[in-house]
């Protein structure tokens, strides 16, 4: 499975930016996606996920109501719909693929994509 992350830019603050994360999988439905960022001086953090299906959804306090997470079977591709970015969303920003089996966990990272808020 290869990652994707695209999207990320320069953008002023109350502004909005659409990641997306394009995947190669074959079954890209069999894999639950998140979106992690890292912040400058930090560790990365986990944002958002969404199950393979896309009927389950989950958001940090942090942003919720304030980002959106969708995906799109047949292209491949999960959205991370930003909206009212503030300067401390900036962070490079990774798309993250998970699928669990009863033989274990199998786990894929992109390349992440730079998201810089100015205020």
């Known amino acids: 499975v290869q990652l994707q992350a695209s999207g990320g830019g320069l953008v002023q603050a109350g502004g909005s930016l659409r990641l997306s994360c394009a995947a190669s999988?074959?079954?890209?439905?069999?894999?639950?996606i998140g979106w992690f960022h890292r912040a400058p001086g930090k560790q990365r953090e986990r944002v958002s996920c969404i199950s393979g299906s896309g009927d389950s959804t989950y958001y940090e306090d942090s942003v919720r109501g304030q980002f959106t997470i969708s995906r799109d079977n047949t292209e491949k591709t999960v959205y991370l719909e930003m909206n009212g970015l503030k300067p401390e969303d900036t962070a490079v920003y990774y798309c993250?693929?998970?699928?669990?089996?009863?033989?274990?966990?199998?786990?894929?990272w992109g390349q992440g994509t730079l998201v810089t808020v100015s205020s």
């Open positions: 999988a074959f079954r890209f439905d069999y894999y639950a």
């Open positions: 993250n693929a998970v699928r669990t089996t009863a033989r274990g966990r199998n786990e894929y």
